[in-house]
């Protein structure tokens, strides 16, 4: 190749190879605000964490399909050789492929390859508050920036064709517990994040900064102040820590320019006494206005919660004919449908095992059981404190019309364990223990109906895997299990017709994109990216 | 709580802090001599400066119910993988500074932990540690846990008329189709031990784990069909959604793909005869766990 060219060394020719070059790169590194908001035409591309605003996790490319899938290989495995969970979603947009890694590592790769164009890792201090792994779920990317929230609590941009940082804004003071493990959503010019540090006594907020200079817009605290309506929905002072932390990406809807986020548990996440009340807006579904932050409506799922049920699952926009909606598995164990408009309940039903409900409120909101709380001996309640489900992304695709969820079965005999708040310690006021039953704890892939709340189909999983699901027109859904299976089924059947053994468990949710007409499939298990195609 | 798994852990990271760790304290122990000052700190960490404190004990309560009690259960009493801590005879040291150390900086090679490790909040501090193990020494059984059996009648019985031995290993020596005992009665209860005799499908022993698995294998009785008709039963070492590794009562390996099966029936049902009192008195129950216990605490 290289010989030929060096024949043709004309400066003329050069120079116009330069300037071509020059122009093909940067129409590849500009993603616009409208490339987000049109993200259907381009299905090649990923470009968001649930690969378009309405969180559908669907990926429109049928090339690998129910009559192909079963001949499907690895092309490659990227390494970061961290240790701990790797849980994030890459993007691809124009043949390359930016992830993030354990410890808040970035990286651009050569979508087709996996061949390393740049690799950046923060420089984190040693006392960082992570409650659950040094995890990271991924980017958000506009503009020529990719934008990367932190463990030490920091939105970062970087340079998406160095990984240099270009900006580096301080959402909040880590040693306080604050930390950022979700993937930013960009809106027009706007990055916004929300943290994470339900167990650490946090006031949870979500933060929109300004995507050319890091400047932070607006804030919007998920625990509300004096004067703030739904400030009386704690006791004293105990909504200084209340908690409520929104640590999943939220998806948006244009039509209504309405960005749709949710929220974690309150604060101590077991322990009701001292924060009487139903502790707004934890574990809500909160509909903000993307330019000012200001709240157009809310839905609490679990009230006054004492279980850990945060209700941090990627909310999902469906239409159906004239009704808009928005449809959540939640970690409590019921799978809601709510209009995307007003904030109303349409249904719900469980998905899972609840024990800690047999009733509903007039509005259709499922009702506790006095006696589900957690007491200071144990009290055995379904789900249990994992959830019946969790962060990892369900899927909508629109060509079934169903919600792919993974579920977990599992109770838990959930103690308290009271304890006093010290700010940047962890905050539990709580502790867990597998129960004794003689049924194991297991898993499955759920395929809802969101019209009827009914399964259609499942997948059992041997134990409960931390995989999200993807979808795609061609017909397929994709997941992958604790014991490191990758696997393609049937989206209409649930049949397996393709599996890869990773060789860890999946704890990350797959995508999808395709570079020179070939379409090929992500994920993170252990600690490689691996990527797979038709051979 | 994103994510409950509490027990992930980067294994090699850890044990380069750990050796980081070790080669820290030994080179203080060199300084102490030098330097005066290195010597309060390594000190502070032989003594429970908290010693029989009823009100740091209650502190202690909650650090373990936050920090200890998902592995090593409600009352210290021994979970899922943790050891029953109330036994006066601890593995890895009964000693304030073996607590203190084992705690602190864990266990290579077990599912202990270093503090701060689990990834789990930013670890105890050095005086929430020593709440900790006032706790501990609160809940700790005043007389001795020995059982009063009799250790060589009781391993007689093991290696002999029990018949133990054909499927659990104790010092190298035995069967593979139940778990190694040589570690077990360090490590649980009398009461666990009882029931596990005496009921062992109520609780099924934990097998294989790997590094990033939420959950380890249990030792699941499974029964298959392969496809030229052999039905072969036996224990399951380790499967997935596709496949299964399993020994035969021969304590043959078998690795099987389960579309390939004719049949394939798992069942918690242990594979140990549950034995009664009429088949193992308590009095010769008490002296196997005298066997294991003596074992256990070598």
Avoid at chain 2, 269 to 296: R, T, W
Wanted: proline content about 5%; hydrophobic content about 35%; some cysteine.
């Amino acid at each position: 190749m290289s010989k030929p060219l060096m024949k043709k060394s004309h400066c003329a020719s050069l120079l116009l190879l330069v300037v071509s070059g020059l122009a093909a790169s940067s129409a590849q590194s500009q993603v616009t605000p409208q490339r987000l908001l049109d993200s259907a035409k381009e299905p090649q591309n990923w470009l968001m964490y649930s690969g378009d605003y309405s969180g559908h996790r669907f990926s429109a490319l049928d090339q690998i399909n129910t009559s192909n899938a079963a001949t499907m290989v690895p092309k490659w495995a990227y390494q970061t050789m961290a240790g701990g969970k790797f849980e994030t979603t890459p993007l691809v947009v124009d043949g390359i492929l930016y992830g993030t890694g354990q410890d808040d590592r970035a990286y651009a790769l050569d979508a087709r390859t996996g061949r390393p164009i740049w690799q950046y890792q923060r420089a984190l201090p040693a006392d960082i508050r992570p409650c659950c792994g040094r995890v990271n779920r991924g980017l958000a990317i506009l503009g020529d920036k990719v934008f990367l929230g932190t463990l030490d609590s920091h939105v970062v941009a970087l340079d998406s064709k160095t990984g240099n940082v270009l900006w580096d804004a301080t959402a909040f003071d880590y040693r306080k517990g604050y930390s950022i493990t979700l993937a930013p959503l960009a809106i027009k010019n706007l990055v916004i994040v929300g943290v994470s540090g339900g167990e650490y006594g946090i006031r949870g907020f979500i933060d929109a900064y300004d995507a050319g200079t890091g400047e932070r817009k607006w804030r919007f605290y998920t625990v509300p102040g004096p004067g703030e309506p739904g400030h009386e929905t704690w006791e004293a002072d105990s909504w200084k820590i209340g908690g409520a932390p929104a640590w999943i990406t939220g998806s948006y809807d244009p039509a209504t320019n309405t960005t749709f986020w949710t929220t974690g548990n309150p604060s101590p996440s077991n322990r009701g006494i001292g924060r009487a009340g139903d502790n707004l807006y934890s574990d809500s579904l909160l509909a903000l206005d993307p330019d000012t932050g200001k709240l157009k409506w809310y839905f609490q799922f679990t009230r006054h919660d004492e279980h850990d049920w945060d209700a941090t699952q990627v909310p999902v926009m469906i239409d159906q004919g004239e009704k808009h909606l928005i449809a959540q598995a939640n970690r409590n164990g019921f799978f809601y449908v709510i209009d995307r408009s007003t904030g109303k309940l349409i249904s719900s039903n469980p998905y899972a095992k609840v024990t800690w409900s047999n009733s509903k409120d007039a509005e259709g909101r499922p009702l506790s059981l006095k006696d589900a709380s957690p007491t200071l001996e144990g009290n055995r309640v379904c789900p249990g404190a994992a959830g019946a489900t969790n962060w990892m992304s369900p899927t909508y695709d629109p060509q079934t019309k169903l919600f792919y969820v993974t579920a977990r079965e599992q109770c838990d005999i959930f103690s308290t364990a009271p304890q006093p708040f010290e700010e940047g310690h962890a905050y539990y006021g709580s502790a867990y223990f597998p129960n004794d039953d003689t049924e194991p704890f297991w898993g499955a892939l759920r395929a809802i109906d969101p019209e009827t709340g009914k399964i259609k189909w499942e997948w059992k999983h041997p134990s409960p895997t931390w995989s999200g699901v993807l979808s795609s027109a061609g017909g397929l859904v994709f997941t992958g299990d604790a014991e490191g299976n990758f696997i393609a089924l049937d989206a209409a059947t649930g049949k397996a017709l393709w599996h890869f053994q990773c060789g860890a468990s999946v704890y990350s949710s797959p995508m999808s994109f395709a570079v020179d007409g070939k379409q090929y499939v992500s994920v993170a298990a252990g600690s490689a990216l691996f990527t797979f195609a038709l051979p | 709580m994103p994510a409950s798994n509490k027990s992930n852990k980067n294994g090699c990271l850890l044990r380069m802090q750990r050796l980081v760790v070790h080669r820290g304290r030994s080179l203080a122990s060199v300084a102490a001599f030098v330097f005066f000052f290195a010597a309060p700190q390594l000190f502070a960490q032989d003594k429970n400066p908290f010693a029989g404190d009823a009100k740091v004990a209650k502190l202690g309560e909650s650090q373990f119910r936050a920090n200890c009690a998902f592995c090593h259960g409600l009352g210290a009493r021994g979970g899922g993988r943790g050891p029953d801590l109330t036994r006066a005879q601890k593995r890895h040291g009964n000693a304030d500074a073996d607590l203190f150390r084992t705690i602190n900086e864990g266990v290579p090679g077990t599912a202990m932990p270093q503090n701060g490790a689990t990834q789990q909040g930013v670890g105890m501090t050095e005086a929430e540690i020593w709440q900790l193990i006032t706790y501990i020494r609160s809940v700790q059984v005043k007389s001795s846990a020995q059982p009063l059996g009799d250790a060589a009648h009781g391993k007689a019985l093991f290696f002999g008329e029990a018949v133990c031995y054909t499927c659990h290993m104790v010092e190298g020596k035995g069967g593979r189709l139940g778990p190694d005992l040589t570690t077990t009665g360090s490590a649980r209860s009398t009461d666990y031990l009882i029931d596990s005799v005496r009921n062992p499908s109520r609780r099924l022993a934990q097998g294989l784990s790997e590094a990033m698995k939420e959950f380890s294998q249990e030792y699941e009785t499974v029964n298959v069909e392969t496809a030229d008709g052999q039905k072969i039963s036996g224990v399951i070492l380790n499967e997935d959604h596709f496949t299964v590794q399993m020994l035969d009562l021969r304590e043959q390996l078998h690795l099987f793909e389960k579309d390939k099966l004719r049949a394939f029936e798992k069942s918690r049902k242990s594979l140990m005869p549950a034995y009664d009192k009429n088949m193992l008195s308590d009095k010769d129950l008490q002296d196997i766990l005298a066997f294991l216990l003596s074992v256990g605490a070598q």
